[in-house]
């Protein structure tokens, strides 16, 4: 298994219903692309001071499959329309497991 | 269930020992710590530039088994023993799911 793990920071301007976009849009990845075996999301819970905003960790049998994830248009599109307009910072792993 | 993702990026000294002593420090904890859900964690594969070195993906079925994880004596002993000797920059989020 191959797991994509994804951090990101939204700028001080981004406005609530923008962040919830981000959620609601990446939630229907799942439906969409069909290589995503699990995909879970949120927003970051406020346990910790100096934490990222927002996660997603995304599971794939191979790393071909997250591959197909990473460049499909419908997730390319959630990206370009969605999470870069209000991006900051972004971290990100892929590792086997 | 709270889930928390943490990623490491390592200092340029660190070495490939000092690496793999903290994976391996850290895949001891599930059976020391018995909060702990689930517990995944890993180098990069190296299939996107510009990622992070290391993640880890630990399940809890509440915040207090995180806050339980977080501050617990082994746990934190392998932060300042194992991560801070070599650790660059950390992004974390816990998140419900």
Known sequence: M????VLFTWSPEA?????????????????QIPEI???????????NPGNHDF??????????????????PRHQ???AEHIKPILA???AVQFGC
């Open 37 to 47: 075996r699990s995909y879970l999301l949120g927003s970051d819970a406020g346990i």
């Open 2 to 5: 191959i797991r994509h793990v």
């Open 89 to 91: 910072t972004r971290a």
């Open 15 to 31: 406005t609530e219903e923008q962040k919830a976009a981000v959620a609601a849009e990446l939630r229907e990845l799942p439906g």
């Open 77 to 79: 599109a959630v990206i």
């Open 55 to 72: 996660a997603v960790v995304a599971d794939f049998d191979s790393e071909d499959d997250y591959r197909a994830y990473r460049d499909h």
